[in-house]
């Protein structure tokens, strides 16, 4: 057998688990990579193993647990699966550079859906690299992976679903001394209002429901709420101590033992970024995008992207958005006829246009404040290198136009995150400076590896000529 | 900071138990090195090379490189991207890497 | 404020060097510079001033490069007073690493041809125990290093940042995002042009890399110049382990360790590839075995600039007089014969004395 593969799915979230068992089934030969060491995603976190913990299901709902049929679909497929592995180097060409446990192996497909998923916002506020301020998303992890939940007081700071949605599981899991922080702004409203009217349409009204659903419960269980809150800081010396934030015409300040921070999440820009995709500014989502046609194919011929990392969309519509991966990939591998291609595909792009009605609404509601986009001077913006935001003003007022220089001149994004939790902080610091449009000023190239790779893995590939 | 929510899922008593700087730290099948070492109350996980300022997990999913440990000798690891397993040694990571 | 004095067209490490040396010397300088996307020579630059071996065959290179070697501690010590930050100057002796006796053969004869061409640096063989005393760590495989203590390095781009802001705080005109397209006589002197603009000085020197080529022949000028591709790796942060600088090796002030470079002919290719960083680490390997563990952050490729001969052109235009041509591919090494000599000297509107020999036209006998 070849070792050329059909294609190659990169994460095994509800859009990669999609696009590997459609392209599977419908006869193409598939592999999936992840570096989780079990399928699901970050959304569907370890949903096979916890599939028979009543008390962590009680918790987690049923929208988690529906998880498990996607991933029992993706296991009963021909596609080969490979967890724990990570994918550091991949190009356009269809070369997918592997490691896992401690081995590195060069994998070659036709074409690549990259399914990465998203990324929580960065969240940049004075103290927020202290221990002790972590990610809604990573507190729910923990629930998931590990059946953990915080005790001692918890303060959770931001907006959106999965901000909601997290607090409310943390009653369910038992936590008592739970301090919500509503970073919304009620400005944004009226004009999120305006989407409403298209809301009502496809699965908008079971969103809106549960989340006002999500609202009533917080609100019944007596959880305190402080709403519009702004200037948030946290303090501590080695760790997190207090918060202290404004809320309406009030100065306050709590102490905690826990503070997790959410404003939304972004597309994992990393790879489609590092293989040269096209992207471009959304004003909408306030993050930079990957150029997809309507079959998710990027500016690269072959290279096809599935789910959040295309632009956030939430996980039912992930997974149709890999369907339409996978059937454009099918029908170019003559794998379908161009009848079953255009019926299946009109079924999915109906199932995803109907999960995108409520997008508009939510993207305006809880678009981030101006203060978590550019922060004040103080604030580390590279949490790796400790660079502020103060350095990267002075170094643009002096004439860096761009990320890439700003980097260069203060290693702003050299760390070992390799600039995923300072790059979109940057591009929008210099941009507010220069006036640039987002699209002007850039982003950071990528350059591999992209996850960690040592010297010794990477001399193991040297072939003499 | 962290509890189960099912008490007891996690004991020294179990084999479950590795060794964080010579204390022993319980943990449960499938936990990351990073979700056991929080559930036993251990942070900072690490000091920056640049400042040696403290830190510890932050996003749990591979992002951040803030949970970075020494895992059985082998330095600046992504704890929550390991799974915690027996016997494992776990260091805290001193700033930068030393060539040993 | 036009026209200035001095126009110089490049921002990179040749051309802050230059509009760095003009502007402290008294006269009035603007730097055109492209945006973010430039490419930018620096971020390929390994670091190193680098000295041994450095023109051999070529005594007026040769001299040239020592020159700027000796002029390089006082340089550092002016630019980093004059910005407040460290730019990462060291001059700890370099180390050039040799696997095999014939790799260490070839070092002697790069001793006694430097000698033969009256080079004035002091180079030493060090064989595997005076090496294993120096660097405790170091592998089996190297049999050897030769040594100059006159070698240093730099952080390139902290250099490029300094010569920028020191140009600025002595009243120098940066002016970013300035893509020169068109150079035209104005007067008794000379106007740049761009898409957004124009700029007129009475002087104007050419110091725009790989996009000098096409402008030099505006004024007159010829700088036949290549891309050259070097792929560099970088690792995490690592403690302090290599108290030198060396050919292929090359930790920072701040504990990263450069691994480098390639030297490819790939056009305008500033693409990375697995084999060429296969090759780098591996050598990284053989060199420091406790090296295989480290994490690799980053790997980048990026475009020198480079002459037929490798040497660098300094030349004013006959048919323009008033425009010069500045090009080289050291533009680490150099940058103190850039920013102390040449710069003041443009701003005087001429090339100094000893660097008249290096003009475009010994490129034109091998054409005939």
């Given amino acids: 057998m070849s070792s050329l593969r059909d294609a190659i799915v990169i994460g095994a979230g509800p859009a990669g688990m999609t696009a590997a068992a459609t392209l599977s089934e419908g006869g193409a030969r598939t592999l999936v990579i992840d570096e989780q060491p079990a399928p699901g995603g970050q959304i569907y ?370 760390g070992p995150c390799q600039g995923r939790m300072c790059g979109p902080t940057v591009s929008a610091i210099i941009a507010r400076e220069t006036g640039q449009t987002p699209d002007a000023t850039g982003y950071y190239r990528v350059r591999p590896p992209l996850k960690p790779v040592s010297i010794g893995e990477l001399a193991s590939q040297y072939e003499e000529d | 900071m962290f509890t189960r929510v099912e008490p007891g899922s996690a004991s020294l008593s179990g084999g479950n138990v590795l060794d964080f700087e010579g204390s022993p730290v319980p943990f449960r099948s499938g936990d990351s090195v990073a979700a056991a070492l929080l559930a036993a109350g251990v942070s900072p996980l690490r000091e920056t090379p640049v400042d040696q300022s403290p830190r510890a997990p932050y996003c749990m999913m591979g992002v951040c490189f803030e949970c970075l440990v020494e895992i059985d000798g082998r330095q600046n690891q992504q704890s929550c991207l390991t799974r915690a397993c027996p016997g494992m040694i776990i260091k805290r990571q001193h700033g930068a890497r030393t060539l040993r | 404020m036009e026209p200035f004095d001095l126009i110089v067209v490049g921002g990179g490490l040749v051309g802050a060097a230059l509009a760095w040396g003009a502007q402290t010397a008294g006269a009035n300088v603007v730097l055109l510079d492209e945006g973010d996307q430039a490419h930018r020579a620096a971020r390929g630059n390994f670091g190193l001033v680098w000295l041994q071996g450095k023109g051999v065959g070529t005594p007026p290179y040769m001299q040239l490069s020592l020159h700027a070697g000796r002029m390089w501690p006082g340089f550092a010590a002016r630019l980093s007073n004059a910005v407040s930050f460290d730019i990462g100057w060291r001059q700890p002796g370099g180390l050039q690493f040799c696997f095999s006796e014939a790799e260490l053969d070839k070092r002697r004869d790069v001793i006694a041809r430097t000698q033969a061409d009256g080079g004035d640096i002091d180079i030493s063989i060090l064989d595997r125990a005076d090496l294993r005393a120096l660097l405790p760590g170091i592998g089996d495989e190297v049999v050897g290093a030769s040594f100059s203590s006159l070698d240093g390095h730099v952080n390139p781009l902290y250099l490029l940042r300094a010569l920028q802001q020191g140009f600025q705080d002595a009243g120098g005109r940066y002016r970013p995002g300035f893509r020169v397209e068109h150079i035209a006589k104005e007067g008794d002197g000379f106007k740049a042009v761009s898409p957004t603009g124009g700029v007129a000085g009475r002087r104007i020197a050419l110091a725009a890399g790989l996009g000098a080529a096409n402008l030099a022949r505006h004024v007159g000028l010829s700088m036949p110049v290549k891309p050259e591709r070097g792929q560099i790796v970088v690792t995490e942060r690592i403690k302090p382990f290599l108290p030198f600088a060396t050919n292929c090796i090359r930790q920072s002030v701040e504990g990263t360790v450069l691994l480098g470079s390639s030297h490819e002919d790939r056009g305008f290719d500033d693409e990375t590839d697995v084999p060429t960083a296969a090759a780098l680490c591996r050598t990284a390997a053989r060199v420091f075995p406790a090296l295989a563990e480290a994490t690799v952050v980053r790997s980048w490729g990026s475009l020198r600039v480079m002459t037929p001969d490798g040497r660098p052109i300094y030349e004013e235009s006959a048919r323009f007089p008033g425009a010069f041509a500045v090009t080289c591919h050291s533009g680490v090494t150099l940058a103190s014969v850039h920013a102390l000599e040449i710069g003041p000297s443009l701003a005087k509107g001429q090339l100094p004395e000893h660097v008249s020999s290096f003009t475009s036209g010994r490129f034109d006998v091998h054409q005939g």
């Avoid at chain 1, 400005?187 to 496809?202: D, E, Q, S, T, Y």
């Avoid at chain 1, 659903?213 to 709403?227: P, Y």
């Avoid at chain 1, 997190?240 to 921070?261: E, K, N, Q, Y």
């Avoid at chain 1, 019926?343 to 404040?369: C, E, G, M, N, W």
């Fill in chain 1, 45 to 414: 976190r370890a949903v096979e193993r916890n599939s028979d913990n009543a008390s962590l299901s009680a918790v987690l709902g049923s929208d988690y647990a529906d998880g498990a049929a996607l991933v029992a679909r993706m296991r009963a497929s021909a596609a080969e699966l490979r967890f724990s592995t990570s994918a550091w180097r991949i190009d356009a060409d269809g070369t997918v550079w592997t490691k896992a446990d401690g081995k590195v192996e060069r994998l070659q497909a036709r074409t690549l859906v990259i399914a990465s998923g998203a990324m929580e916002r960065p969240v940049p506020v004075p103290g927020w690299t202290l221990p002790g301020v972590m990610t809604v998303g990573a507190l729910q992890i923990m629930l998931k992976d590990a059946g953990l939940r915080p005790c001692g007081r918890l303060v959770l700071a931001g907006c959106g679903p999965l901000f909601y949605l997290f607090a409310a599981q943390c009653l369910e899991a038992g936590v008592s001394d739970l301090v919500l922080l509503d970073t919304a702004e009620r400005a944004n409203l009226i004009p999120a209002l305006r989407h409403l009217p298209k809301a009502v349409f496809g699965h908008g009204p079971g969103y809106l429901r549960k989340g006002f659903s999500l609202m009533a419960a917080l609100r019944r269980r007596g959880v305190k709420i402080h709403r519009g809150v702004s200037n948030l800081r946290i303090e501590g010396a080695e760790r997190a101590v207090a918060a202290s934030f404004r809320a309406g015409t009030h100065t306050m300040r709590i102490d905690l033992d826990l503070v997790a921070l959410h404003e939304g999440v972004i597309p994992s820009q990393q790879i489609a970024r590092s293989i040269g995709c096209a992207h471009r500014w959304n004003e909408e989502q306030q993050c930079f995008l990957p150029i997809l046609d309507s079959m998710r194919e990027t500016s690269i011929l072959g290279v096809f992207i599935a789910g959040d990392g295309g632009g956030i969309v939430g996980a039912m519509a992930s997974a149709h958005t890999g369907a339409l991966c996978a059937l454009a990939i099918l029908k170019r591998l003559d794998k379908i006829s161009d009848t079953e291609f255009a019926s299946r595909k009109a079924v999915a792009q109906q199932a995803l246009d109907a999960h995108l009605t409520i997008r508009p609404f939510l993207d305006r509601l809880y678009r981030p404040r101006d203060e978590m986009l550019v922060p004040a001077d103080e604030v580390v913006v590279c949490r790796c290198e400790a660079i502020r935001a103060r350095a990267i003003r002075d170094v643009v007022r002096r004439g860096c136009l761009g990320p890439n220089q700003v980097k260069a001149f203060l290693r702003c994004g050299m």
